[in-house]
């Protein structure tokens, strides 16, 4: 007869069972996908990070990597619905890194370099700057995590959330500070560069005097004010009245840079600020163009300048009714990515119940304060929709949404042409970016019929519609690309030429429709096949709830 284990024996049994099922601990995982992450292998990484976080739910430092891994790994991903899904997912994962481990530095670390380094219409930048800064106070000491190496990481990200804010203050001190704690290190030599491309900025500021350079709209005014202050840059009154000058000839950029030079010299001046978030406005205005391609966060930038400008503005001058209904309607009215809408409707507020404001002033906060709350039901609408896909309540926000159809009459236009007639029908915090295009029976690439603003003009830089882009390489999108149109019926009519004007043959054609919504990342594609001669035909497609129906008929000539 066998002896009974000791109770020792069992238990040292029982850990090696426990240590075998386990494989490895987390020390071990965040070992292995720094490896991986070094390689630029962020994908691999953050499926080894994951294995690490539901091998272990209440790490910190799991969370931490693993968010850091999947906004890393945005960067590689395949289109732009993925890349901002793996973003999203990113900030959502270190939300929960940091809400289990406030006291460990690496999850305000991670977020803040994720809040810095991602596009700034994402508005994570001022809140991965504030993380940073937690993150470095954490770290300069000897607590948890401390070290030179993890410090210099977080001191240059703060770094460069200071360079993209335009803050050479916070950024100097940042720089320099890596030197003291990193001398002769690669680190250090970077910093350095950077503190004398600072030294090297030329006095006059940011602004510059590039507002004086010759141009055609130059009136006799504008001609004598530019003289004068050539003569004396310092002249702020001038160049107060050079700016409106330019303004209201409507040449914004112009306006813009001398109300950013003023504002250089004259911080106290509510009129000055408001004058900037105007002419910047104008700017915003104009929609968008050919110059996003160039930079793609071009108007989200101006978008971060104009409220800026008008926060000064509404802080120099509290009382100012105007100003407040000014800053009030924007924080409704701007993209959300902002985080303006509180701010606005407690804007709004203010205007509503003042007691010496003027009724005109009044009616339109109210008016506003109506807007918000719409907006505020959509947010819901959208989570819904987001959150419960197939839930019944997402069938009644996609009924809700669904525009009513209007009635196309052909003999209004010249025939032969074929209609797509389509309804979008979603509503998310941006206009959804759409594109419609047409292909041959062999699935080759012949026409774009309507490409919205922004993915018409970014082209690949940052493709929010990866089929249409595939197809069409961008040939002949310019002349169809406009505004970005939001939930309603289209029609549009396809004059039967491809991309070079070339008027096509007989034969079967397919039309598709793409569509993409920010910040829900909601997508849906549909297509219908129509046929170019003959006496004419029809072919309508119902599925989904994004492009609900989409129907292409052939119209013959006489």
Known sequence: MRPALSVLTIILIASSICCDAAAKDIESYISEARALADGRDYAAARALMEEAAAAFPQSPDALAYLG??????????????????????????????????????LTWLFRGIMGVNVPEFMGRLDAGISDLSRAVEMLDGSGPGASPETLVT?????????????NAEGEQKALEKIMRIAPGSEAAAGAQKRLEALSDAPATGSAGLGFLAPAQEDSPAIASLKESISKNPADSGRILDLGKAWFEKGNYEKARQAFRRYTEIDHENAEAYKFLYMAVGGLAGKGYDRTIYDDTNYRSGLAFEAMAALDRAVNLAPGDMELRLMRGISGI?????????????????????GAAVADTLRARALYYLGVAK??????????VAVDHPESGAAAMVYGAMRP?????????????????????GFEDELPPQTAVW?????????ATVYASGFAGFVKEKQVTLPLW????????????????????????????????????????????VETCYWPSMKYQMVEAVVAVGGKGEKNRVEEGNFIPFLEVGYYAGK
Do not use: C
């Open 374 to 383: 719409q907006r505020e039901a959509m947010r819901y609408w959208v989570k």
């Open 438 to 446: 047409v292909e041959n029976g062999n699935g080759e690439y012949v």
């Open 404 to 424: 009513e159809t209007s009635v196309f009459d052909p003999e209004k236009h010249e025939k032969p042409f074929v209609k797509i007639d389509f309804v979008l």
């Open 154 to 166: 977080a001191l240059s990200n703060l770094a460069a959330g200071f360079a993209k804010t335009k």
């Open 469 to 512: 882009a595939a197809s069409s390489g961008f040939e002949g999108v310019d002349a169809v690309t406009t505004a970005s149109i939001d939930v309603g019926h289209y029609v549009y009519l396809w004059d039967l030429r491809d991309f070079r004007g070339e008027k096509v043959k007989k034969g079967k054609y397919t039309v598709k």
């Open 333 to 353: 009215e701007f993209p959300f990515f902002l985080g303006k809408h509180d701010q606005g409707v407690a804007d709004l507020e203010i205007v509503a119940s």
């Open 68 to 105: 850091l891994y999947t906004g890393m790994s945005a960067g590689g991903a395949g289109d732009y619905m993925e890349a901002g899904r793996l973003a999203m997912s990113s900030f959502e994962i270190l939300d929960r890194a940091v809400s289990l481990g406030p006291d460990n530095p």
